[in-house]
């Protein structure tokens, strides 16, 4: 004979198996069928998390991702064919947008832009195939457009017929330095086989060129982060030999 306390705790059980909260929730017709429709997911004390939009096992339409323990969305995105689409926007607890960023084909495609917390723009960078490029701006606060940006600085030196070119940059980090030139004449692409990384000692890069290169001219790129930690491309045109 089961005996009162084992009964009672099998009655314990039971409710608490009741009470937990729907992991997730979708329009699947079964079990193992690939994922069609709106699904939904929770977290352990039963807030939304996330709601997407899938046709035939992929991601097709509009994702919602909520931030922890509320219903505010944390970020809006659009896909199309598993494939990110459009303009994707993240916001901040109280509602307010924190970022814009245009997709085309999976890859960040045009001019990202990031807002303070007050609604101003805090910043604007440049994409296309989600590579940086020349034209970042930012903006105090205020919403007062930001003058100065970071300058690539250069110093010559010729050591024992050698010429070399020190290269390095201020208010900047992650920074790295390259000879060759821009896409479109704007974006850098590393991969690109005209495009030369430059190694670099003690914090700056080095270029060194023969006597015969001299009068040449060449374009100095850097790729960094400024204080803000937004990415940064700046370039310098320089014709070899000169200081």
Do not use: W
């Amino acid at each position: 004979m089961i005996n009162l306390s084992y009964k009672l705790l099998i009655v314990i059980a039971i409710i608490g198996m009741s009470c937990d909260p729907p992991k997730s929730e979708n329009k699947e017709a079964s079990i193992g069928q690939k994922k069609d429709g709106l699904i939904k997911t929770y977290d352990d004390s039963g807030n939304l998390q996330s709601e997407i939009n899938y046709r035939g096992g992929i991601k097709h339409g509009k994702s919602l991702l909520y931030h922890d323990g509320s219903d505010q969305v944390m970020l809006e995105m659009i896909y199309q064919e598993g494939k990110r689409s459009g303009i994707a926007r993240k916001f901040y607890e109280n509602g307010k947008i924190y970022a814009e960023t245009p997709y085309e084909d999976d890859e960040v495609n045009g001019v990202v832009k990031l807002y303070y917390r007050n609604g101003n723009l805090k910043a604007e960078i440049p994409y296309h195939q989600s590579k940086n490029g020349l034209g970042l701006k930012e903006y105090f606060t205020s919403g007062e457009l930001k003058t100065s940006m970071p300058e690539i600085k250069v110093r010559f030196q010729t050591f024992k017929g050698q010429s070399v070119y020190y290269f390095s940059i201020e208010n900047c980090t992650e920074a790295n330095f390259y000879i060759g030139s821009l896409l479109n004449n704007q974006y850098l692409i590393e991969e690109l086989p005209f495009v030369e990384i430059l190694p670099k000692r003690n914090g700056e890069a080095l270029y060194g060129f023969p006597e015969s290169a001299k009068g040449d001219i060449v374009n100095v790129i850097c790729s960094c982060r400024t204080t803000a930690k937004n990415p940064y491309v700046v370039r310098k045109v320089l014709e070899l030999g000169k200081s």
